[in-house]
């Protein structure tokens, strides 16, 4: 399982080189990387930086989230299990060590750089552009603030600075990369064997108990919370609003033209720089219709000339109000004379009248729904706003359900994918409900939340159930045959060990097979370049290309051992096969980089004062695997 931690992660000098914003949004959890966080609960003091629990805390958290998109088992337990506290702590510090010796070599990095660097992010864009509203809901849903991405992004800057200069001109020699390449044409030549995990007897209760709490984590069950909840109905809010004859009349004054009280014109139009022109494509209007003569007088087809159907005001607005009152004093089918504005000269006809615009009779049911949405728009606003006033007047939950009149469900612990032992999976709304209940503590209080399409709902985190395995008694069948299996599993071992010892004796592989009563080895021959383009190699394989010559390795596999073993290594000849090593001589170019930056940051820390509180990080690790109670 640490393998698909560290996979997953990288290596983190890589991403300090390449991380900017996928290490903001992945990786970075320093509260204050340019000035240190608070003193308490030290992980790491680097140089004036210091790196406490929370911080470390918080990238856990985030990272877990992030993780559980590729595999919903994983538990805050499990990766603090498998090493990913330390792996963390590995960032910050390195992160912060980086930015320290930056800082200190007088390297900065503005506001405006990090300007720069934002609105060019693909994520933050809507329709190609920077988009404020998207920028700040996908900094909500990673849990950061403004001010702490931005302080995060300058560090990401800051690093890079010091990285690329020296990053970017390496090179790799010719033999380097030949004798890479080497490696990838030898070929190695050996055999495998099979010890199965034969049945030896049933596992007692005792040893069932110590395998269950060996492997506690394949039983975790994930965080569970519980929450409180009330809808808001907007619906019913808005139907309680009553809209006065007044406000409607007065609405309907104010802005006509939206609720279709202005008469319309289909209008045609021609705009030319200069007034002799404009004349002469009036007259040539009254001669031969206003579409001829904007064909030959200006060049202008049919669909130059079309305005479209519009009121006086949208008219006035596109072109002036000298315009549009000429225009709409015209009958259907008139001609105007040349009117200046900013644009030009006009020469607009009237191709039809449109509508005669609506009395107030006529549009009163629009004016008053749309009021009463608005006021209703308004009276939820004023209810939210209500309730978070009551928040941080310090009312219960309850408290204010009971003002407001909101009924109040309570729901038993479910994990974020809203999944419950005998439960049913929750759906629709309650599932968004549950997801939201992992984004705040306890401690927050009522929140409202909006599920989208108008609906809200306020809602209260209420239980923290932390990952932890069930009882024994409740899985005792699975950990007995799990233990079972595990006596199986030992047993085989023993005997493909033994097959390993014998050899190393001096006896010949078949013959040590023969010996334990196993089958004759199956014959292997390989190359990596064989392998290379695999998509999942197995662990076998791995042993026995990366064995040497003479070497026995036992490796796990489905249902027993594998015995795998290297006779021999031929060496092979790279120049054989066309392009391999230049395909080599990229390949090592592309991981220069990685292990340059790796050295500066191992740098960086030996360069800057760095104390790191080993005792905290594995009292931190203890607390979220529970290992310390154990």
Same mark, same amino acid.
């Not at 720089?273 to 579409?291: I, M, S, T, V, Y």
């Given at each position: 399982?640490?393998?698909?931690?560290?996979?997953?992660?990288?290596?983190?000098?890589?991403?300090?080189?390449?991380?900017?914003?996928?290490?903001?949004?992945?990786?970075?959890?320093?509260?204050?990387?340019?000035?240190?966080?608070?003193?308490?609960?030290?992980?790491?003091?680097?140089?004036?930086?210091?790196?406490?629990?929370?911080?470390?805390?918080?990238?856990?958290?985030?990272?877990?989230?992030?993780?559980?998109q590729r595999d919903p088992s994983v538990t805050q337990?499990?990766?603090?299990?498998e090493g990913l506290v330390e792996l963390i702590a590995d960032q910050l510090i390195g992160r912060a060590a980086m930015e320290e010796m930056a800082s200190d070599a007088g390297l900065g990095a503005s506001e405006t750089a990090a300007d720069e660097?934002?609105?060019?992010?693909?994520?933050?864009?809507?329709?190609?552009?920077?988009?404020?509203?998207?920028?700040?809901?996908?900094?909500?849903?990673?849990?950061?603030?403004?001010?702490?991405?931005?302080?995060?992004?300058?560090?990401? #800057?800051?690093? &890079?600075?010091?990285?690329?200069p020296i990053t970017g001109a390496l090179a790799v020699p010719d033999g380097v990369a030949e004798l890479y390449a080497r490696l990838l044409v030898d070929r190695h030549e050996g055999g495998i064997a099979l010890v199965p995990a034969a049945p030896v007897g049933q596992a007692t209760a005792a040893e069932a108990e110590a395998w269950f709490k060996a492997n506690a984590a394949r039983f975790t069950i994930p965080e569970r919370r519980g929450f409180r909840y009330a809808f808001i109905d907007?619906?019913?809010?808005?139907?309680?609003i009553t809209v006065s004859e007044k406000a409607v009349a007065d609405a309907f004054a104010k802005d006509p033209a939206k609720y279709g009280a202005s008469p319309t014109r289909v209008l045609e139009q021609v705009v030319v720089?200069? &007034?002799?022109?404009?004349?002469? *494509?009036?007259?040539?209007?009254?001669?031969?219709?206003?579409?001829a003569a904007a064909q030959s007088v200006a060049g202008f087809g049919a669909a130059d000339i079309a305005v479209g159907t519009l009121t006086e005001a949208a008219f006035a607005k596109a072109t002036s109000a000298d315009v549009a009152k000429a225009a709409f004093a015209l009958p259907a089918g008139g001609v105007s004379a040349p009117i200046k504005s900013a644009l030009g000269w006009h020469v607009v006809r009237v191709a039809a009248l449109g509508s005669g615009g609506k009395t107030l009779d006529q549009a009163r049911a629009a004016v008053a729904a749309d009021l009463k949405q608005r006021l209703g728009q308004d009276a939820v606003a004023d209810?939210?706003?209500?309730?978070?006033?009551?928040?941080?007047?310090?009312?219960?939950?309850?408290?204010?359900?009971? &003002?407001l009149k909101l009924t109040v469900i309570t729901q038993s612990p479910v994990t974020e994918k809203g999944i419950a032992a005998g439960q049913p999976p929750l759906s629709g709304d309650l599932a968004t409900i549950a997801a939201r209940a992992f984004k705040h503590e306890s401690a927050d209080g009522p929140v409202v939340e909006d599920l989208g399409g108008g609906r809200l709902v306020v809602m209260e985190t209420a239980t923290v159930l932390p990952a932890a395995p069930p009882p024994l008694k409740e899985v005792m069948p699975l950990a007995m045959a799990g233990a079972t299996q595990d006596k199986a599993m030992k047993a085989a071992k023993a005997k493909a060990d033994a097959v390993v010892a014998a050899i190393a004796k001096g006896t010949v592989f078949p013959k040590a097979l023969a010996d334990a009563g196993l089958p004759s080895p199956r014959p292997l021959v390989a190359r990596r370049l064989d392998l290379a383009n695999?998509?999942?190699?197995?662990?076998?394989?791995?042993?026995?290309?990366?064995?040497a010559p003479g070497s026995t390795q036992v490796v796990a596999v489905p249902g027993g051992w594998a015995i795998v073993h290297v006779d021999r290594i031929v060496p092979g000849d790279p120049r054989a096969v066309p392009g391999m090593i230049e395909q080599t001589r990229r390949e090592l170019?592309?991981? *220069?980089?990685?292990?340059?930056?790796?050295?500066?940051?191992?740098?960086?820390?030996?360069?800057?004062?760095?104390?790191?509180?080993?005792?905290?990080?594995?009292? #931190?690790?203890?607390? *979220?695997?529970?290992?310390?109670?154990q």
């Open positions: 399982m640490i393998s698909f931690f560290r996979r997953y992660l990288t290596s983190w000098p890589v991403l300090v080189l390449f991380g900017l914003i996928l290490v903001a949004f992945a990786i970075t959890g320093v509260n204050d990387p340019l000035g240190g966080s608070a003193p308490g609960s030290a992980v790491a003091k680097v140089g004036s930086r210091t790196i406490t629990e929370p911080d470390v805390l918080e990238a856990l958290d985030r990272q877990v989230r992030d993780l559980r337990a499990m990766a603090a299990r660097v934002i609105v060019g992010i693909p994520a933050f864009q809507s329709g190609g552009k920077f988009d404020q509203a998207t920028y700040e809901r996908l900094l909500a849903q990673q849990g950061l603030t403004d001010r702490k991405f931005r302080q995060s992004l300058r560090g990401d #800057l800051l690093r &890079e600075q010091v990285v690329k907007n619906a019913a809010i808005t139907d309680g720089p200069d &007034e002799a022109k404009a004349k002469a *494509l009036a007259a040539a209007a009254a001669r031969q219709g206003f579409a209810v939210v706003n209500g309730i978070e006033d009551g928040v941080e007047a310090g009312k219960s939950f309850a408290d204010i359900a009971k &003002e695999a998509r999942d190699v197995p662990e076998a394989a791995r042993a026995f290309m990366n064995g170019g592309a991981a *220069l980089p990685e292990e340059m930056a790796e050295g500066l940051a191992k740098a960086s820390i030996a360069a800057v004062k760095t104390d790191r509180n080993n005792a905290a990080i594995r009292a #931190l690790r203890q607390r *979220l695997t529970g290992d310390g109670a």
